[in-house]
C-alpha cells in the first residue's frame, strides 16, 4: 500500500481552534487549549500517523497585527512556515462574524502556491446549521473552487472528511519521523506551556497576554523531575493576582500544572514557580529565546525526542 507523508500548517485568526483541532486529529495532547486569543506563540509541531501514512503539522500562531517584538516573531514564524508545507489548512471561525482578519488571511495566503483547504471550525456552537451557508458562500467568493469543510473538533465532527482530503493531497513518501512520536517538543517547553495554561485557566480575562513562562531549571533525578519556572509579567498588580491572597493562587496553578505533568511524562515531579515583574518581557530578545520549543528540523535528527504517544490518551 503506498503511503503520503507531508506538511500541514494549521492558520487562522486568534481563537479558530487550531490547536483543538491538533489535539483531536492526533488523539493526544501536544498543543495547549485556551479560550483566550494568541494561546498558541511558537510553531507547534504534531505528528499524526496511520495507514494512509503521515502527516506533519505544523500548529501556527494566529494571524494578528504584531505590537511586540514577540508578536512580529510569531507572524514572522507563521509567513516562513508557509514556505515549508505541502499543505494549508485555513480555519475560520464560523461561531464568529467574518471581519477584516479574515480578510487579511486571505491576502496573506494570496501567493501561496499550495493547495488550500477551507476548515469551518466550532459549527457545534452554531445553532441552526443553515447558518453556516453565508460563511461557505463568503468563502467560496474569496477563493472560488476551493474546498471548504465544517467540523467540530470537540465533537469530533467531520474529521475522517478532512482526514481524506488530506491524505488525497500529500505526496507519496516514507514517514520522516518515527510513528511512537506525537511531537517534536522538548520536555522544558512542554512543561512552560502546562504552567502557561493552568495559569491562563485560573486568572481568566485579567491577564490576557502579558505572562509568559521560562523553565530556568531541569533536572532530572532518575525517579523525579526537579523544575524550576519563572512566570513573567509587566506589572507589580498582575504580579499580585498570580501570588493570591496568601500565596493561593500559585499554589492552585502549580499543583494543577504538576497533576498533569505527572501523569503525562509518567514521573514524579517537584515544581517550583516564582514571578518576576519586567515591563518589557515581550521585547527582551533574551527572554523571548528561552521560551522557543526547541524543536528539529522536518527529517533531520533529533537530539531530544520527548512526549511519545501515550497509549489511550485523549
Given at each position: 500500500?503506498?503511503?503520503?507523508?507531508?506538511?500541514?500548517?494549521?492558520?487562522?485568526?486568534?481563537?479558530?481552534?487550531?490547536?483543538?483541532?491538533?489535539?483531536?486529529?492526533?488523539?493526544?495532547?501536544?498543543?495547549?487549549?485556551?479560550?483566550?486569543?494568541?494561546?498558541?506563540?511558537?510553531?507547534?509541531?504534531?505528528?499524526?500517523?496511520?495507514?494512509?501514512?503521515?502527516?506533519?503539522?505544523?500548529?501556527?500562531?494566529?494571524?494578528?497585527?504584531?505590537?511586540?517584538?514577540?508578536?512580529?516573531?510569531?507572524?514572522?514564524?507563521?509567513?516562513?512556515?508557509?514556505?515549508?508545507?505541502?499543505?494549508?489548512?485555513?480555519?475560520?471561525?464560523?461561531?464568529?462574524?467574518?471581519?477584516?482578519g479574515e480578510d487579511f488571511l486571505f491576502g496573506l495566503l494570496k501567493e501561496v502556491k499550495v493547495p488550500i483547504i477551507g476548515v469551518l471550525t466550532k459549527i457545534d456552537l452554531v445553532p441552526q446549521k443553515t447558518e453556516l451557508l453565508p460563511v461557505i458562500e463568503t468563502y467560496y467568493k474569496k477563493r472560488p473552487g476551493t474546498e471548504v469543510i465544517p467540523i467540530s473538533a470537540l465533537k469530533g465532527n467531520g474529521l475522517d472528511a478532512l482526514a481524506k482530503i488530506m491524505f488525497d493531497h500529500l505526496p507519496e513518501g516514507p514517514p520522516a519521523y518515527s510513528d511512537d512520536l506525537s511531537t517534536t517538543q522538548t520536555e522544558r517547553f512542554f512543561v512552560a506551556e502546562i504552567v502557561r495554561e493552568k495559569l491562563l485557566e485560573r486568572t481568566r480575562n485579567e491577564l490576557p497576554y502579558t505572562t509568559?513562562?521560562?523553565?530556568?531549571?531541569?533536572?532530572?533525578?532518575?525517579?523525579?523531575?526537579n523544575i524550576d519556572a519563572v512566570i513573567?509579567?509587566?506589572?507589580?498588580?498582575?504580579?499580585?493576582?498570580?501570588?493570591?491572597?496568601?500565596?493561593?493562587?500559585?499554589?492552585?496553578?502549580?499543583?494543577?500544572?504538576?497533576?498533569?505533568?505527572?501523569?503525562?511524562?509518567?514521573?514524579?515531579?517537584?515544581?517550583?514557580?516564582?514571578?518576576?515583574?519586567?515591563?518589557?518581557?515581550?521585547?527582551?530578545?533574551?527572554?523571548?529565546?528561552?521560551?522557543?520549543?526547541g524543536m528539529a528540523v522536518i527529517g533531520g535528527s533529533i537530539e531530544e525526542l520527548v512526549l511519545p504517544k501515550l497509549e489511550g490518551s485523549e
Amino acid at each position: 500500500m503506498k503511503t503520503s507523508c507531508g506538511v500541514v500548517a494549521l492558520i487562522g485568526r486568534p481563537n479558530a481552534g487550531k490547536s483543538t483541532l491538533l489535539n483531536a486529529i492526533i488523539g493526544d495532547k501536544v498543543a495547549i487549549v485556551s479560550a483566550k486569543p494568541q494561546t498558541t506563540r511558537n510553531r507547534i509541531v504534531g505528528i499524526h500517523n496511520e495507514e494512509r501514512g503521515q502527516a506533519i503539522f505544523f500548529d501556527l500562531p494566529g494571524v494578528h497585527r504584531p505590537l511586540h517584538k514577540m508578536n512580529t516573531k510569531m507572524m514572522q514564524e507563521v509567513r516562513s512556515s508557509l514556505e515549508e508545507v505541502d499543505l494549508i489548512f485555513h480555519l475560520v471561525d464560523a461561531s464568529e462574524r467574518w471581519g477584516g482578519g479574515e480578510d487579511f488571511l486571505f491576502g496573506l495566503l494570496k501567493e501561496v502556491k499550495v493547495p488550500i483547504i477551507g476548515v469551518l471550525t466550532k459549527i457545534d456552537l452554531v445553532p441552526q446549521k443553515t447558518e453556516l451557508l453565508p460563511v461557505i458562500e463568503t468563502y467560496y467568493k474569496k477563493r472560488p473552487g476551493t474546498e471548504v469543510i465544517p467540523i467540530s473538533a470537540l465533537k469530533g465532527n467531520g474529521l475522517d472528511a478532512l482526514a481524506k482530503i488530506m491524505f488525497d493531497h500529500l505526496p507519496e513518501g516514507p514517514p520522516a519521523y518515527s510513528d511512537d512520536l506525537s511531537t517534536t517538543q522538548t520536555e522544558r517547553f512542554f512543561v512552560a506551556e502546562i504552567v502557561r495554561e493552568k495559569l491562563l485557566e485560573r486568572t481568566r480575562n485579567e491577564l490576557p497576554y502579558t505572562t509568559g513562562v521560562v523553565v530556568e531549571h531541569f533536572q532530572d533525578q532518575g525517579d523525579l523531575l526537579n523544575i524550576d519556572a519563572v512566570i513573567y509579567v509587566e506589572r507589580d498588580s498582575q504580579k499580585g493576582i498570580i501570588i493570591g491572597k496568601g500565596g493561593r493562587m500559585i499554589k492552585n496553578i502549580g499543583t494543577r500544572a504538576r497533576l498533569e505533568l505527572e501523569k503525562r511524562l509518567g514521573v514524579r515531579l517537584y515544581l517550583g514557580l516564582r514571578v518576576k515583574v519586567h515591563a518589557r518581557w515581550r521585547d527582551d530578545p533574551a527572554i523571548l529565546a528561552q521560551m522557543e520549543p526547541g524543536m528539529a528540523v522536518i527529517g533531520g535528527s533529533i537530539e531530544e525526542l520527548v512526549l511519545p504517544k501515550l497509549e489511550g490518551s485523549e
